[in-house]
């Protein structure tokens, strides 16, 4: 008897079936088989050994068995509609995995991670990915998809940005491995937070996107950035966003009465600011006679220096908790 009599007749006795093409149809995965290093195990259909196979049960009549090699393949095969285009759809899911995880994860890898942790409810999508890399269902696609979102655990910087304000905000310690669904989860919670609540997160994520890369390509700007205390920097990109918003010149960047909170400039080089001009930086060579010197202003974005008395003019060392909170109150919640 041939191999392929043989296994048409075990299967005919299992389904109570004629024909080899209605003997195929109907068998569900149950749970994959991956063997290791260890025997091969035999596929009760044919007797070949394979180490990727599956335990599979007919829908009808209940019948299970241990399939793997030709005989797997054949019965999953039996699935997909006549004509199906595997190539096209083979395209369509990586496109769509792609298009769903934006470079967090690589289509192959997250293949590879359902096929490892599927449960026994998605054991036969898991072996379609893992033999044909398609599906034979269009739906099971967004099943995988949201079994994967809610299971799989990534580093949370992975996930969020700008952790340490996030749990501020939301008073809440987030764990260093967390889901897809549960950073969805914390997004929302932000999202629905007032602005002025959010205000730590929005100054992270200015002084790291706007700030922070344009001071550290100017040394003379950077040397003094390094010498500043997190509160001070957090005073720089403060007065650097209502800087921004204070455009035209006519408007000042804060009240009267939050400016007097902060101290007189000292030192050579230094980040200083006035409420009616701007944010500025005075370098070791620009001091002149008294208290005058050259100012650099950021608002102009380059060395376009103007002569000012920096006795009028607030430094940012030594600011206080409570001037620079009052600051970014100002700068980001409105």
């Keep these: 008897m041939s191999k392929h009599d043989l296994i048409t007749k075990n299967l005919r006795a299992l389904t109570n079936t004629r024909s080899f093409r209605n003997a195929v149809r109907g068998w569900a995965v149950k749970r994959m088989i991956v063997l290791g290093s260890g025997p091969a195990q035999a596929c009760e259909l044919c007797g070949t050994r394979f180490r990727n196979g ?27 509609p006549p004509g199906c285009d595997i190539k096209a759809q083979r395209r369509d899911i990586r496109r769509k995995l792609e298009t769903t995880y934006e470079g967090l994860i690589d289509p192959g890898n997250w293949i590879k991670w359902i096929v490892e942790n599927a449960p026994p409810r998605l054991a036969h999508s898991a072996a ?86 344009f001071i550290v390509g100017d040394p003379a700007l950077n040397a003094v950035w390094k010498n500043l205390e997190p509160q001070e920097r957090r005073a720089v990109a403060a007065l650097a966003a209502l800087d921004e918003k204070a455009s035209p010149p006519d408007l ?11 101290p ?11 409420p009616k001009i701007g944010l500025g930086f005075v370098g070791e060579t620009d001091h002149l006679d008294g208290e005058k010197a050259y100012v650099w202003l950021w608002r102009s974005g380059s060395y376009q220096r103007c002569k000012y008395n920096l006795q009028y003019w607030r430094g940012v060392k030594g600011c206080s908790e409570e001037a620079v909170q009052a600051l970014e109150q100002n700068a980001f919640a409105r």
């Design 54 to 80: 599956a335990h599979i049960q007919h829908t009808k009549t209940a019948a299970a068995i241990v399939v793997g090699g030709t005989c797997f393949r054949t019965i999953l095969l039996s699935h997909f």
């Design 128 to 213: 379609d990915l893992r033999h044909f890399a398609v599906l034979s269902s269009p739906d099971d696609l967004d099943r995988l998809i949201r079994f994967h979102d809610a299971r799989r655990q990534f580093r949370r910087a992975a996930l969020l940005s700008n952790i340490r304000s996030l749990e501020m905000v939301l008073k809440v310690k987030i764990p260093a491995h967390i889901t897809i669904d549960q950073a969805k989860k914390y997004e929302a919670k932000l999202a629905a937070k007032p602005k002025r609540l959010k205000v730590p997160l929005i100054a992270t994520e200015y002084a790291s996107e706007s700030v922070h890369p």
């Design 252 to 262: 000042p960047l804060c009240p009267d009465a939050l400016a007097l909170q902060w």
């Design 264 to 274: 007189t400039p000292t030192g050579t080089s230094l980040f200083v600011w006035h």
